[in-house]
């Protein structure tokens, strides 16, 4: 029976889990494009979009509420030249309550109210829709292990980590794609390149995905890997780059997620601990508060 032992953690300083914009400066080309502004507030945070929303709503107000002003007498029942009153006046119009307490009385006021209720119909439609959107975008909840290991696999040296369904569902023909970034080269034209690699894995597709799958690489003649010492990988600066596509049934749409194992999160000569066992009843039991977890080779 395995016992839990207390395993200091790979320091995690150097982790990129995430390629994107703010992982480079990025030179020459714009930060921000109009054409791509859809796009741009469905990857937003929501707590970004939430103070757009607001933002927006409240200064369409003003605006109109200022508007309203310019003619003291517009609105009837509300008071001549008070802010808060062709404001509240302004926010009964865009959302069509129709309180009937304060109405338009002159054709100024007419053209306004007309004008807002349009923009206020167009701003629900596209708010409804933009959120609508978001909530229905296909995701996946897959967990990697934080650490990749490189240990001997029936006496031959193979590069392994751990992905696990987080959903109680199946992703459907799941297929994983692991390659290697290696650190950059000089050719003898003086180009500058970082070598890209792809990884054979022993298996990387699976009908079905629902509890734990270990990926393995392994290291043979025809790896990029291949003789290598855990220092010469060092000077290497690798970047281990999984994908994993896939359908989830759930929902019958294609999900995607990726992650990135660098040199930190790489530990030789150590196995996982076994996350899958039965009790004497014979019910089997995935323990993932293990899932992380390796031993040296030299303590099993």
């Given at each position: 029976?395995?016992?839990?032992?207390?395993?200091?953690?790979?320091?995690?300083?150097?982790?990129?889990?995430?390629?994107?914009?703010?992982?480079?400066?990025?030179?020459?080309?714009?930060?921000?494009?109009?054409?791509?502004?859809?796009?741009?507030?469905?990857?937003?945070?929501?707590?970004?979009?939430?103070?757009?929303?607001?933002?927006?709503?409240?200064?369409?107000?003003?605006?109109?509420?200022?508007?309203?002003?310019?003619?003291?007498?517009?609105?009837?029942?509300?008071?001549?030249?008070?802010?808060?009153?062709?404001?509240?006046?302004?926010?009964?119009?865009?959302?069509?309550?129709?309180?009937?307490?304060?109405?338009?009385?002159?054709?100024?006021?007419?053209?306004?109210?007309?004008?807002?209720?349009?923009?206020?119909?167009?701003?629900?439609?596209?708010?409804?829709?933009?959120?609508?959107?978001?909530?229905?975008?296909?995701?996946a909840r897959v967990l990697f292990s934080r650490v990749a290991i490189i240990s001997p696999f029936n006496d031959v040296p193979t590069l392994m980590f751990r992905v696990a369904n987080e959903r109680n569902n199946f992703i459907l023909e799941s297929q994983i794609r692991v390659s290697i970034l290696l650190s950059q080269e000089e050719t003898k034209e003086g180009h500058k390149i970082r070598r890209l690699c792809d990884l054979k894995l022993v298996r990387s597709e699976t009908p079905?995905?629902?509890?734990?799958?270990?990926?393995?690489?392994?290291?043979?003649?025809?790896?990029?890997?291949?003789?290598?010492?855990?220092?010469?990988?060092?000077?290497?600066?690798?970047?281990?780059?999984?994908?994993?596509?896939?359908?989830?049934?759930?929902?019958?749409?294609?999900?995607?997620?990726?992650?990135?194992?660098?040199?930190?999160?790489?530990?030789?000569?150590?196995?996982?601990?076994?996350?899958?066992?039965?009790?004497?009843?014979?019910?089997?039991?995935?323990?993932?508060?293990?899932?992380?977890?390796?031993?040296?080779?030299?303590?099993?």
């Open positions: 029976m395995l016992k839990k032992r207390k395993r200091k953690q790979p320091k995690l300083k150097g982790v990129v889990k995430q390629l994107g914009p703010n992982d480079f400066r990025l030179l020459g080309l714009p930060r921000f494009q109009w054409g791509d502004f859809y796009h741009w507030l469905l990857t937003i945070a929501w707590w970004q979009l939430g103070l757009l929303i607001v933002g927006i709503y409240i200064s369409n107000n003003t605006l109109f509420a200022f508007a309203y002003l310019l003619d003291k007498n517009g609105i009837a029942n509300a008071r001549p030249g008070v802010f808060i009153d062709a404001f509240s006046f302004s926010v009964q119009t865009m959302a069509t309550i129709g309180y009937g307490a304060m109405y338009p009385s002159s054709l100024y006021t007419h053209i306004l109210v007309t004008i807002e209720v349009f923009i206020g119909l167009i701003g629900v439609a596209m708010i409804t829709g933009l959120i609508f959107a978001r909530f229905s975008l296909p995701t079905v995905f629902n509890f734990s799958w270990m990926v393995m690489h392994i290291i043979d003649e025809t790896s990029p890997l291949y003789g290598m010492t855990q220092s010469a990988l060092a000077e290497l600066e690798p970047l281990i780059i999984v994908t994993l596509t896939g359908m989830d049934d759930t929902v019958a749409q294609n999900i995607h997620t990726r992650y990135i194992y660098s040199i930190e999160q790489i530990v030789w000569d150590a196995r996982f601990v076994n996350v899958m066992f039965a009790d004497d009843n014979g019910q089997r039991y995935v323990d993932y508060s293990h899932f992380h977890d390796v031993l040296p080779l030299n303590k099993i």
